[in-house]
């Protein structure tokens, strides 16, 4: 079952912000959220995580709802390099067995940003 | 962030033959590494889970005999396709992680066509 849901496109002007939603309403307490890129033939790029405060970083920033139920990743000022499949993932942080704290990936959003 | 190398990036094989891709933590241990796999247009599918110095844990439908996983130390992990057949052909992706509190970093990823 797929832990978060994500539109499957989103289309930004370059230069504008690019907000990306993500809802995770079964997420627990011991679970982050967790961003990443893939760029088309390469492997995923980290981009920020979090678990109930809101995160920045040079990339982007990281808002979570007071609920946690959903968050929303920015890049503030897209360029057309930022045109990618973006996961949001949501991961525990602790171990109970090989694999507990594995990345499950669904399908993402592809933004489109536009010249 | 930190860095994960894969080699080959791109490899060619006859069908019948055996295909070893390597996956290298440069500046960092890593306790753990995963494997995964990509078809076209879908999203990336988890193979295994490796960690230093024990067997792999293999993702239920993946024939561990088939899909060789070697972690022999913290910095490199070896998946070799044994046998591989045009089905086999795919983007395969590796990622380290120091601990399973942390973030995981990826590799390029190795695309690899059986002919």
């Known amino acids: 079952d797929a832990k978060t849901t994500q539109p499957p496109s989103m289309d930004c002007a370059e230069g504008r912000a690019a907000n990306l939603p993500c809802n995770h309403s079964t997420i627990s307490g011991n679970e982050y959220v967790y961003w990443y890129r893939q760029i088309h033939s390469q492997g995923p790029q980290y981009i920020i995580h979090?678990?109930?405060n809101n995160e920045t970083n040079e990339m982007a920033s990281l808002i979570i709802t007071e609920d946690r139920k959903s968050s929303t990743l920015i890049l503030p000022h897209a360029t057309l390099r930022d045109t990618a499949v973006y996961y949001c993932i949501v991961r525990v942080h602790q171990y109970s067995g090989a694999g507990s704290y594995q990345l499950t990936f669904g399908k993402g959003t592809k933004l489109s940003v536009i010249p | 962030g930190a860095v994960v190398s894969q080699h080959p990036s791109r490899v060619i094989c006859k069908s019948g033959t055996s295909v070893k891709i390597e996956c290298r933590s440069l500046?960092?241990?890593?306790?753990?590494m995963f494997w995964y796999r990509q078809f076209p247009k879908q999203s990336l599918m988890l193979m295994a889970t490796s960690n230093e110095g024990s067997k792999a844990t293999y993702e239920q439908g993946v024939e561990k005999d088939k899909f060789l996983i070697n972690h022999a130390s913290l910095t490199l992990s070896t998946l070799t396709v044994t046998s591989a057949h045009p089905e086999d052909s795919s983007f395969y992706i590796c990622s380290a992680q120091q601990g399973w509190d942390t973030e995981a970093f990826f590799g390029q990823g190795t695309r690899l066509t059986v002919v």
């Open positions: 500046d960092f241990q890593a306790t753990t």
């Open positions: 979090g678990l109930k």
